[in-house]
């Protein structure tokens, strides 16, 4: 029975998933269909503006679970910030993000019972199952966003090097701050992904007028890197102060170099310690048998006789 219950709720969680993003990447295609529609009839100067201002009966239920895990958390800066560093950068996301963690238990309570009913469990065991699954509904999506958000980190810094190289000969070359960082965004170039999907957000911030503070503000919260922050204040006291960025902006490099080699050092003096650790526990006893093995065999034959 247990292993039955393993295997119908792995396919039901499977296909729930699947379905999912199904319906997300239809909602996802209905959206930009309706945004193209109202646009189109804005230039065509046939809309009025209660059907722009008309939402969906499915925005309309967003909105309001959004509304309510919000009652629930109180806690919008940190999960907006979690979102960002997740690499999600759509309009909505939070509002998405705030009512899947109701949605999610909300719909995972009745199917929880009815499985339980149909599979006969007794009232204890449906009741603790129940509520596991409505926990993991609802905690489950920040553990999520944590582990992209840690993954994405580890790609950030991992292209941090060949950005910073890019961004030097850039200046080298004679270009500003400002042209080099568009030149690196027009770069048809996979070896900085991540970071160049956040520079069309820097340029679209400084292109509407924002505020070199602002913009790049708001860029170093889409990086979320660890050495983000301290990379855009050097930028920002280029910018200020009309300094030369080149020379600050190889001790940086040089300073990156020694602490990623530092990072290894440590890595590795961390794998020898564990790598000592697995000889003495796996190696060490079957060695000791081997080696005493003749002597205990000795012994016992002589006891015998």
Known sequence: MSVSLVIVVALSTSAALVGMRILQKGMVAHRHTRAVDRRLAMLASESNTESLQELSAFEIAVRGL????????????????LIREAGIFAHGAVRRYLALRIALPAVVAPICLAFSTTVGLPPERAAVFTAGLVLIGY???????????GLRRRRVFCELPFFLDSVKLLLQS????????????????????????????????LDQGKSYDLAFDRWVEKLAAPDAEELVGLMLQSVRHGTE???????FIQEQIERRLANARETAGKRSVSLTVIMVAFFLPPLMAIMGAPAVIDIARTILR
């Open 66 to 81: 959004a509304r309510l895990s919000l009652l629930i958390s109180r806690d919008l800066p940190s999960q907006s910030r």
């Open 139 to 149: 905690f489950g999506p920040a553990l999520v966003l944590r582990r992209l958000a």
């Open 174 to 205: 004679g270009a500003s701050l400002e042209l080099a960082l568009r030149q690196i965004a027009r770069m048809d170039t996979a070896a900085i992904p991540e970071i160049r999907r956040t520079l069309p957000y820097l340029l679209e911030d």
């Open 245 to 251: 960025l080149t020379p600050m902006l190889e001790q």
